[in-house]
């Protein structure tokens, strides 16, 4: 599976931005897809997941009601919407792909996409 990750950009605090995930390859193998971001000095945190069907998904208690993650499997694409951004929000965001389930928590993840940087000023 290939991913390709879009979207990102500089941004005034309170803004919005929308990052898509389009993937390619042996999508039909895909099950959860999830948004992480790495901010510099800092590990990699799983910002949200979601499901193959779309049906449950997950969020990081930072983003919790100003992050939503959803899909069209139609497109074999997953997309972040982030409102209310806030300069902490600052990272590169990888979207990744898993073969399978899990618990929609889990950091394990198969495939990886290439960054994309996402700065929010104050």
């Known amino acids: 599976v290939q991913l390709q990750a879009s979207g990102g950009g500089l941004v005034q605090a309170g803004g919005s931005l929308r990052l898509s995930c389009a993937a390619s390859g042996r999508t039909f193998s895909v099950y959860r897809m999830g948004w992480f971001r790495q901010a510099p000095g800092k590990e990699r945190e799983l910002v949200a997941a979601i499901s193959w069907s779309g049906g449950s998904t997950y969020y990081a208690d930072s983003v919790k009601g100003r992050f939503t993650i959803s899909r069209d499997n139609a497109e074999n694409t997953v997309y972040l919407q982030m409102n209310s951004l806030k300069p902490e929000d600052t990272a590169v965001y990888y979207c990744?792909?898993?073969?399978?389930?899990?618990?929609?928590?889990?950091?394990?993840?198969?495939?990886w996409g290439q960054g994309t940087l996402v700065t929010v000023s104050s």
């Open positions: 990744a792909a898993a073969r399978s389930s899990g618990v929609l928590s889990s950091r394990r993840y198969d495939y």
